[in-house]
């Protein structure tokens, strides 16, 4: 069993690290920093930290603000009330203005869990995806939560980090993080998996039953959705026969569009999206939820084989 | 760099020539908002000739104060403002909404002068506040400004940034309420009544200041009063008539979002003179 991590403690941990070196940085949360663990950077920093109350909208665009001034904001509250509730504050104040805005998201997915489908954001990568000048980053695992932080910190414009609430296995031996490079974690020709966030650990399990039945998955760990690693995915649609894609999220809009919209115009091949399929989610257990919406690894394994020829 | 001071009388004459600005620029471009941009130029126009501090051949001094439009689609009577104080030439003002303008129909950060886009209802306070923070953050005495609508402060996000300004003790920003009573469908208090605006933002712990907005005098010492309360935001309501200035478009709800044809902006003109 390899390490389990809550990507929201790597992050609040990062946090600290980055505020320590940059004192530009300033860290905002709207009445969840206890959850989203900004309560880490809030201790530290108390002068660069500010907590709007139960109130995203008027957070979002005061992120705006701070960044007209040069601040590098980092800022945090559930993804369903980051991408869906202060959309339009992101697009307008933020997005457009291209402004150095770090939208960290917790609680992304149906593994939220027992609160249910009102606080299981399915439908935020979309809703980020469509904006323009709007980077964004879903790692798969906790250290890799510490990279795409300090690449967002790094990197100049506005990013949307999607993070879990639950622990999540790491992947070992993976190549250095890139941002905008997917990661290749298993070389295969016969089918390409490429999956995200907590899917990667399921899709991993898949690949590894998959080779024993004499399968050889690739798999891509596509942590940066944009920009898209098209050169990545295109070199999987020459080498190997299909696709299937992995994501806790709706299949319109989120990583499985993506990978289609690409594969379709320049090299033409059949992708399965394993995704949230025209539902809301529900109460329950993470573990329980990924089988009731077919997002286990034994769902991915069975879609290999059911279409492999 | 502190302008010179203007007095009231130059200060008419300069609201006067942004009057005409707008008039013209609005009928080359033969859409946009006249009314609402009438309405606020007298308290811009005082705002930037004798109150603002900055450099339009360095619009991105550290130093300089902030002012952000909240309510977007008045922006005519910015451009014109930045024009007249040389933030780039007046010709400039007649390519407004064109394409490859860099005078869009709506403020954006490629005009020389304009810190944020908005557009979208609601947001400036709040872009304001993030400015006020960061002054204090960084021990930096500039002031931060922001032009409200009446029709405006029905959105929500209006009054969560009214609470935090309040909250965080904001007393270096100050926001302006162009109180002109119209808004597209007609007025305020028929489509979704605002009032008491004075006593809801005095319940919300800003120091309220009312004025009338075409009165310069008032409008000046509402700045400097302003400039003076401490621990908390002001607030300075300019009770206004919608399209000032142009005898057929005062109080006419329908010049809100219509741009004058050339006959009629032949006539504001000369009104103008």
Redesign the interface.
């Known amino acids: 069993m390899s390490e389990q991590l809550y990507q929201r403690d790597v992050y609040g941990q990062a946090l600290v690290k980055l505020g320590a070196l940059d004192k530009n940085i300033v860290v905002l949360d709207a009445d969840l920093s206890s959850s989203t663990r900004t309560n880490l950077f809030a201790k530290e920093f108390p002068d660069r930290f500010f907590n709007f109350g139960v109130a995203e909208q008027n957070m979002m665009a005061t992120a705006a603000g701070l960044a007209s001034c040069g601040k590098t904001v980092f800022l945090s509250t559930f993804a369903v009330f980051a991408a869906g509730r202060a959309w339009d504050q992101i697009r307008v104040s933020i997005g457009y203005n291209n402004f150095n805005v770090k939208i960290v998201a917790t609680h992304a997915g149906i593994t939220v869990g027992p609160d249910g489908a009102s606080h299981q954001a399915l439908e935020d990568i979309a809703l980020m995806r469509v904006l323009a000048n709007m980077n964004i980053i879903v790692p798969c695992d906790g250290p890799q939560t510490a990279d795409a932080i300090v690449a967002a910190a790094n990197t100049p414009g506005p990013f949307y980090i999607r993070l879990g609430r639950s622990k999540f296995p790491t992947i070992e031996n993976k190549n250095e993080f890139k941002f905008g490079k997917a990661q290749v974690i298993s070389e295969g020709d016969d089918v390409t998996i490429i999956a995200c966030g907590i899917m990667v650990s399921e899709a991993l399990l898949a690949v590894k039953s998959l080779a024993q039945k004499g399968i050889k998955a690739r798999l891509i760990n596509m942590h940066t959705i944009w920009p898209l690693d098209n050169e990545t995915i295109l070199m999987a649609a020459k080498e190997t026969k299909f696709f299937v894609v992995c994501e806790e999220h709706n299949v319109i809009g989120g990583l499985a569009s993506s990978v289609g919209e690409v594969v379709a115009e320049n090299y033409p091949k059949k992708v399965i999206h394993l995704g949230i399929h025209n539902r809301f989610g529900q109460s329950g257990q993470p573990a329980d939820l990924l089988k009731e919406y077919n997002l286990t690894s034994l769902d991915i394994e069975k879609a290999v084989l059911s279409n492999i020829s | 760099m502190e302008n010179k001071q203007l007095s009231v009388k130059e200060l008419e004459v300069k609201a006067k020539e942004a009057r005409r600005l707008i008039i013209e620029m609005l009928a080359k471009a033969g859409s946009g908002h006249p009314g609402g941009s009438l309405s606020a130029t007298d308290l811009v126009v005082a705002l930037y000739f004798n109150i603002l501090r900055f450099n339009p051949k360095d619009p991105q001094w550290?130093d300089r104060d902030?002012f952000?439009m909240s309510k977007g689609h008045c922006c005519p009577l910015w451009y014109a403002v930045l024009a007249q104080t040389g933030y780039f030439p007046k010709e400039e003002l007649m390519t407004l909404r064109q394409l490859g303008s860099n005078l869009q129909g709506h403020p954006?950060?490629m005009t020389a002068g304009v810190?944020?886009?908005?557009?979208?209802l609601?947001?400036?306070l709040?872009?304001?506040?993030?400015?006020?923070?960061?002054?204090k953050?960084?021990k930096k005495d500039y002031r931060v400004y922001v032009l409200l609508g009446d029709g405006e402060s029905q959105e929500?996000?209006i009054w969560?940034?009214a609470?935090?300004c309040s909250?965080?003790s904001c007393d270096n920003l100050c926001a302006i309420l162009d109180f002109n009573g119209c808004q597209i469908d007609g007025k305020c208090e028929d489509i979704m009544g605002i009032e008491p605006l004075a006593a809801k933002w005095q319940a919300f712990g800003w120091h309220v200041i009312e004025i009338d907005g075409h009165d310069m005098r008032q409008i000046l010492s509402a700045y400097e009063q302003a400039k003076t309360v401490k621990s908390k935001p002001t607030i300075i309501i300019g009770r206004t008539i919608k399209g000032k200035g142009v005898s057929f478009m005062e109080g006419v709800i329908g010049f809100h979002g219509k741009a004058p044809t050339k006959e009629e902006a032949e006539k504001a003109l000369r009104e103008l003179l």
């Open positions: 550290p902030r952000h954006a950060r810190e944020s886009a908005s557009g979208s609601g947001q400036g709040s872009i304001g506040l993030g400015m006020s923070l960061a002054a953050m960084d929500g996000n969560e940034a609470m935090a909250h965080f």
